[in-house]
């Protein structure tokens, strides 16, 4: 099942959404200093291409500098990626089909307005 819907998110809008982590990504690493947002935002790509069968879960090691990064990263990339989130995920509740697919969207919505602190991983 997971593999069906990794299918049909990728077609709808997964593919969309990982190109916006990955311009995001790309003008974070241009501009050197905000490199580990970039590697941040590549991450979140790639589980924004295939989403189903991963989780997001909080690190303990991180610390005040993930918090202000996450600041940072809100105002320049992370308010922008989540406003896409919520109107793909509402376009996707339109259908009966897409319902899965949208509150998938939805759930994205935390680690792309705080991506720093966060890793992603495998269920079981």
């Known amino acids: 099942m997971r593999i069906l819907l990794n299918i049909i998110w990728l077609v709808l809008c997964g593919f969309w959404m990982a ?21 941040a935002s590549f991450r979140i790509a790639n589980y ?13 090691d991180a610390g005040a500098a993930s918090f202000l990064g996450n ?15 919520v109107f793909t995920g509402i376009a996707l509740c339109v259908t009966i089909i897409g319902i899965p697919l949208g509150v998938a ?15 992603i991983v495998e269920i079981p």
């Open 19 to 39: 190109l916006g982590y990955l311009l995001a990504g790309v003008i974070c690493c241009v501009l050197i200093v905000t490199i580990p947002f970039g590697l």
């Open 48 to 60: 924004a291409l295939w989403p189903f069968g991963r989780t997001v879960v909080e690190r303990r």
């Open 71 to 85: 600041v940072i990263w809100f105002l320049f990339a992370g308010l922008w990626l989540a406003i896409g989130h």
């Open 105 to 119: 969207n939805f759930k994205m919505i935390p680690v792309s307005l705080m991506p720093l602190g966060k890793e």
